[in-house]
């Protein structure tokens, strides 16, 4: 990666969603759970979009293109009595990584959250994918006792 001249995060809107869901692409290549399916993610982007009470989707801008994007979703956990985040679908672009700038996504998030009173941040990786659980340790996160079931409504 070239040294970017600006590198700014701020909410997403309706113009970035195209590139959010390329974004996800990416992302949904990189996991076992998950497949690309463009219609879906476009979807999901928009009712996020639509309201912000579900969540906020950050996007990362360098030198004004879209180069990576955070999806922060909210709910409530009455283990800790108030809202909670669930960070997921954190992706930088591949020619931006390695540069610092998925630690400043994921910390802008992280100090968002923190501003809106939320009292937990809890992320979901892909099991295999060393670089990520690597990386979300070097930022604090740390393994829970808890396992993830899955069900799809019938």
């Known amino acids: 990666m070239n040294n970017p001249k600006s590198v700014e995060i701020d909410f997403a809107t309706a113009d970035d969603l195209p590139r959010l869901a390329d974004l996800l692409a990416e992302l949904f290549a990189l996991e076992n759970d998950f497949r690309p399916e463009r219609d879906k993610q476009l979807r999901g982007l928009r009712l996020i979009l639509a309201d ?3 969540g906020r989707l950050f ?3 360098v030198d004004g293109q ?3 994007m955070a999806n922060a979703l909210i709910t409530v956990s009455t283990a ?4 909670v985040l669930l960070l997921e679908d954190v ?3 591949k020619e931006y990584r390695g540069g610092g700038l998925g630690r400043k996504l994921v910390e802008h998030v992280m100090a968002w959250a923190s501003e809106q009173g ?3 941040i809890t992320l979901l990786a892909d099991r295999d ?3 990520a659980l690597d990386f979300y340790r070097k930022l604090g ?3 829970s006792s808890m396992t993830v079931l899955r069900k799809l409504p019938s």
């Open 141 to 143: 996160f740390v393994a």
């Open 52 to 54: 912000p009470a579900l």
């Open 66 to 68: 879209v180069a990576g």
């Open 129 to 131: 994918n060393r670089a």
């Open 80 to 83: 800790e009595g108030g809202r």
């Open 91 to 93: 992706i930088v672009r």
């Open 59 to 61: 996007v990362l801008r």
């Open 118 to 120: 939320m009292t937990r």
